[in-house]
T-cell receptor
Framework: GAVVSQHPSWVICKSGTSVKIECRSLDFQATTMFWYRQFPKQSLMLMATSNEGSKATYEQGVEKDKFLINHASLTLSTLTVTSAHPEDSSFYIC?????????????FGQGTRLTVV | AQTVTQSQPEMSVQEAETVTLSCTYDTSENNYYLFWYKQPPSRQMILVIRQEAYKQQNATENRFSVNFQKAAKSFSLKISDSQLGDTAMYFCAFSEGSQGNLIFGKGTKLSVKP
């Protein structure tokens, strides 16, 4: 299957600082990328959907000014957690799909464990 | 709103035996896809199997098969000849709409015992 690389795998940051997470599709062009958040022993919650070249669509309850998503190219999307607080500590996962059709398989990155201290 | 329900938080099975994980969903759409994903301790999400709603034939992938009951909105996963490497969290997921974003169930933690 196709490869989606997410970086960093883990990051620790101080409260009040910002941290950027990158999601790259290595061998295909990602028309659509998704960002999820996963709390310990819980399911994946969709945060936002982004299509290349357009603004991300955020799910209800997700602060777009706090979780900035950029999908400037067909191979790269970034999630920036701004002014991070301990409650933002979580596991963040991206996935990418090469087509817009819903039957196109979505491939997942390895995830990023964010710890805000 | 679409929902996906997995009623079994945890299950265990002996190696080489068969286990079935249940999943139900709710939607008013007619065109959608259903998936089972596996998340091992590494936390990498891996697609196990998928089913198109318009297909009546149940999908199979080697030791993995589904029992898709569209009218009942049920989508269970059967794992045959369970192996130790099957130990993982299993998530049922639903995809529809123009974006095709995945909606996940809460997961079932499967332990395969030697």
């Amino acid at each position: 299957g196709a490869v989606v690389s997410q970086h960093p795998s883990w990051v620790i940051c101080k409260s009040g600082t910002s941290v950027k997470i990158e999601c790259r599709s290595l061998d295909f062009q990602a028309t659509t990328m998704f960002w999820y958040r996963q709390f310990p022993k819980q399911s994946l919650m969709l945060m936002a959907t982004s299509n290349e070249g357009s603004k991300a669509t955020y799910e209800q309850g997700v602060e777009k000014d706090k979780f900035l998503i950029n999908h400037a190219s067909l191979t790269l999307s970034t999630l920036t957690v701004t002014s991070a607080h301990p409650e933002d500590s979580s596991f963040y996962i991206c996935s990418a799909r090469s087509g817009r059709r819903i039957n196109t398989e979505a491939f997942f990155g390895q995830g990023t464990r964010l710890t805000v201290v | 709103a679409q929902t996906v329900t997995q009623s079994q938080p945890e299950m265990s099975v002996q190696e080489a035996e068969t286990v079935t994980l249940s999943c139900t969903y709710d939607t008013s759409e007619n065109n959608y896809y259903l998936f089972w994903y596996k998340q091992p301790p590494s936390r990498q999400m891996i697609l196990v199997i998928r089913q198109e709603a318009y297909k009546q034939q149940n999908a199979t992938e080697n030791r993995f098969s589904v029992n898709f009951q569209k009218a009942a909105k049920s989508f269970s996963l059967k794992i045959s000849d369970s192996q130790l490497g099957d130990t993982a969290m299993y998530f049922c997921a639903f995809s529809e709409g123009s974006q095709g974003n995945l909606i996940f169930g809460k997961g079932t933690k499967l332990s395969v015992k030697p």
